[in-house]
């Protein structure tokens, strides 16, 4: 990693792990991350979707889900994520849900062209766009594409540094856990097993 950067793919594996451990706001994040790097990743999305379903954000996974389906209408289990999570819509709404790109739960979209890594440097033109004081989420965690049209703040937040960090030590566990002897006991939770069932490649969707 230290030589390539953080990739879609790497990120949209780690969207999975913590799917796994029903982290929903990470594997979010993460795999906004991927789809930052990645806008055509079906998988990533996906993965949001599901992360969003389980934080009880419906709108956001509406939208994430159909987004697939459009891409490609024959994934069966992507359509009964779909169904469940109108079904919870109308029943409960998401109005708890705090969301930064509440008015764009679709972004990055399909169509957009990839992110580059250097265009989150703290160099970039846009680094002191204030907007609305509210850190930009995407800027602060892999770039927006928005620049300083954005509606939320491109300045430094006391996030940024921390979610690298934290995004260095994920990578670290997983790449561990994969490498491990396959007789390494582990208290409680066999995360080994855990991680092993999906697969750590760009493979199919699900």
């Excluded at 006991?185 to 066999?190: I, K, L, P």
């Amino acid at each position: 990693m230290d030589k390539y950067g953080p990739t879609a793919v790497l990120y949209s594996n780690l969207a999975a792990a913590h799917l796994k451990l029903e982290w929903y706001a990470e594997a979010e994040r993460v795999a906004t991350e991927a789809l930052l790097l990645d806008p055509k990743m079906l998988k990533a999305r996906y993965r949001r979707g599901l992360a969003r379903k389980g934080a009880r954000d419906y709108t956001g996974a509406l939208e994430d889900f159909s987004a697939v389906l459009r891409q490609d209408p024959s994934l069966t289990e992507v359509h009964m994520h779909l169904t469940e999570a109108e079904y919870l819509y109308e029943k409960f709404g998401d109005e708890d849900y705090p969301s930064s790109d509440a008015e764009e739960p679709g972004w990055p979209y399909y169509e957009d062209d990839p992110i580059s890594l250097s265009d989150s440097e703290s160099d970039s033109s846009d680094c002191n766009h204030t907007g609305n004081n509210i850190p930009c989420r995407f800027y602060n965690h892999g770039g927006c594409s928005r620049k300083d049209t954005c509606n939320y703040s491109h300045a430094p937040d006391d996030k940024s540094e921390r979610d690298k960090l934290s995004f260095l030590v994920a990578a670290m566990c997983v790449s561990f856990i994969y490498s491990a002897p396959a007789n390494l006991e582990m208290q409680n939770v066999s995360i080994r097993t855990m991680l092993l069932s999906f697969p750590m490649d760009g493979g199919t969707i699900l």
